[in-house]
């Protein structure tokens, strides 16, 4: 088709139908078996000047259905997102736990419930409505009003995903028969889950900062202020958990973010300095207490692996079957020793090395100490003492080094460095100090492996003899 063409159907008001024909490509769902085709989404692609007109009609009827749109509806709506449709069916159940009554909800793919004055009985998502009540009866009457404005509508409610879902809120029911509720005269079955809704956990502050930001005529935002004047802390409302979350991250009172909203970017960046703050220092203060990590402690950043922890080998089986490196475990005190086995082992186990049988096999005889581990030792050591001479003279760090602890975690020098060399050092670390630890704690893993399964066969062999 043509531009003269296409000007002829528009000045006609009528469009053709090779405008209306596309071609259509089947998109598989994720789940199911992809030999049937109800599994496949069928995606229709429509010829570019379809696509013109209908951004032309959007433009110009957009701001018309805005104005009419149900104050509910979420999902393909600008400046709103599916997580505050979710808000309304979790408050209501919320506000039906503090006042003792049962919940149900209808979920229909394809309008009850308020909290005081505020009208949440039919919050949509896209196409995905639910239909929420405190009463069995009054829900489907809202089912009947859902499927009349579907048959007027031209749409269709598709029964294998229109199910019930009853929610414990209340010790008090109501008794109902098997297939009380029905869809265009077929059962709708009960269920105990949904696929439709989601649980809101990790980023309830972030959208506690889309209600502040809303029209103060919406419904999340009178919903905030109500619940935030009105509940008290016992309650389950929502807004008051996110009231303990603000209480728990030093945040400013919730209803001062209602009256005086930040920007987007503000509220991100207050919430995300304040979480971090608090994590950050809550597990550096707590790693302290755990032996094990001794020679780590105090060395956590949010979204930052530890260097010692990074994986380190190109074995695709290793990284698959998820085996935590000798160094990693050297490092987390997770390395099995003598000392380790006599510790906890009910039975009594001897602590003495059964390589050397001199000391206790403790992780500093392991490092240093055992004389039987000396020739696969004395090379690597000579070069990170070396390394730690010169790493002290380059970056002017006035401390006595303890070798066991620069072996296990050479990182800790970069905390007695000036700020301005803390980069420069750990690269220098990386370079000439880690590789050398790595190697020698590896070495020594082998090494120490080697003669235990020597003298177990050695053992053995002399059991079978006597």
Known sequence: M??????????????????????LFPVFKNKGDARYAKNYR????????????EKIIKLRENPIILEKQNPLQRGFTENTTPLLCELIIEEFERESKDLKLPTYIALLDGIGGHISNISCCAPTCADDVAIIANNPIELQTLINIAVNF??????????????????????????????YWHINNNPMPVVDHSSHIAEIHLKALTLFGNITRANKTSVEWRLAERQLQLKTHTSKSWFIEIKKICLKYDLPGCQNFLTYPLGKFQWKHLITRKIYTYWREKINENSEGYSSLQHIACAYKIKTIHPILTTNTSNCRDINRSRIPI????????????????????????????????????????????IHLEPDREKLLKVIREQCLRLVEL?????????????INPYHLVKFCACTQTSDLCSFISLHVEPACRTLIYNLHMQRYKLLNTGQKNLRKSNLAK
């Open 327 to 370: 160094r990693t475990k050297v490092a987390t005190g997770n390395y099995i020793l003598q000392s380790n086995r006599a510790k906890f082992n009910k039975c009594e186990v001897s602590a003495t090395c059964k390589i050397c049988n001199q000391e206790d096999e403790t992780i500093e005889h392991f490092l240093i100490s055992c």
């Open 395 to 407: 970056f002017n760090i006035s401390l006595d080094i303890n070798l066991i602890h620069v072996i």
């Open 2 to 23: 043509g531009v003269e063409e296409l000007k002829i159907d528009i000045e006609l008001g009528c469009i053709s139908d090779i405008l209306k024909i596309g071609t």
């Open 42 to 53: 069928g995606i229709t692609v429509t010829p570019i000047y379809s696509k013109i007109i």
């Open 150 to 179: 579907s048959r007027r509508e031209g749409y269709t409610l598709q029964p294998t995903k229109s199910v019930i879902l009853p929610v414990n809120t209340s010790s008090r029911s109501i008794e109902i028969e098997d297939n």
